[in-house]
Nanobody, 126 residues
Framework: QVQLVESGGGLVQAGGSLRLSCAAS????????MGWFRQATGKEREFVAA????????SYADSVKGRFTISRDNAKNTVNLQMNSLKPEDTAVYYC???????????????????WGQGTQVTVSS
């Protein structure tokens, strides 16, 4: 199993940027596909971005495509989410997630992820 700890959330003005980081424990980090999800108050959890084990493939929600970038550094056991041009509707708790990856080693489906971080709050003001 893997333990995940997010950091980097905070308050930012609309149009600004934040970089979220997720630190993972263990030496098997490269075995896991990684994803970011978010949950706004009163809403269901939604997919944000995902990245394959090697980092060679990525997927983004339409709402963040072109603004957010997911990356990973397997040597450092970290996955990052660079968020640019932030909008108030990006306000949510952001969660890092890991899944045991097979042939299709990226997923946008929350139920296919096995491990979750505690979440970090992102608030975007006008």
């Amino acid at each position: 199993q893997v333990q995940l700890v997010e950091s980097g959330g905070g308050l930012v003005q609309a149009g600004g940027s934040l970089r979220l980081s997720c630190a993972a424990s263990g030496r098997t980090f490269s075995d896991y596909g990684m994803g970011w999800f978010r949950q706004a108050t009163g809403k269901e959890r939604e997919f944000v971005a995902a990245i394959s084990r090697s980092g060679g493939s990525t997927s983004y929600a339409d709402s963040v495509k072109g603004r957010f970038t997911i990356s990973r550094d397997n040597a450092k056991n970290t996955v990052n989410l660079q968020m640019n041009s932030l909008k108030p509707e990006d306000t949510a708790v952001y969660y890092c997630a890991a899944r045991h990856a097979g042939i299709w080693d990226i997923s946008i489906r929350y139920y296919e992820y096995d491990y979750w971080g505690q979440g970090t709050q992102v608030t975007v003001s006008s």
